[in-house]
């Protein structure tokens, strides 16, 4: 079983800056891909960020330029850098990792959410 653990939400002030981390623990074998989710009120679900097990990252249009996914293997921690906020970027941010357990179970694993708000 794989656990995901959040942190780093809070209040900004637009144009500020926010660090969100997610910490990775439990029966990994394999990474394929690491994603930073946003979900605002009365929106779906949308990937603003991914990193894959092989390091190739993508982000959404939105947010090119602003924010930066990044990795920390040996702390097992994933990080999303989040600069020049928007109030448009306030929404309640998810860590997901798909992958392998060791016993080459394929997971799905997602955070708890930790919230994002920017006032204009």
């Known amino acids: 079983q794989v656990q995901l653990v959040e942190s780093g939400g809070g209040l900004v002030q637009a144009g500020g800056s926010l660090r969100l981390s997610c910490g990775i623990s439990?029966?990994?074998?394999?990474?394929?891909?690491i994603g930073w989710y946003r979900q605002a009120p009365g929106k779906q679900r949308e990937l603003v960020a991914s990193?894959?097990?092989?390091?190739?990252?993508n982000y959404e249009d939105s947010v090119k330029g602003r924010f930066t996914i990044s990795r920390n293997n040996a702390k097992n921690t994933v990080y999303l850098q989040m600069n020049s906020l928007k109030p448009e970027d306030k929404a309640v941010y998810y860590c997901?990792?798909?992958?392998?357990?060791?016993?080459?179970?394929?997971?799905?694993?997602w955070g708890q959410g930790t919230q994002v708000t920017v006032s204009s």
């Open positions: 990193i894959t097990g092989s390091n190739n990252i």
């Open positions: 997901n990792v798909e992958g392998l357990t060791r016993q080459l179970i394929p997971h799905d694993a």
């Open positions: 439990g029966s990994i074998f394999k990474i394929n891909q």
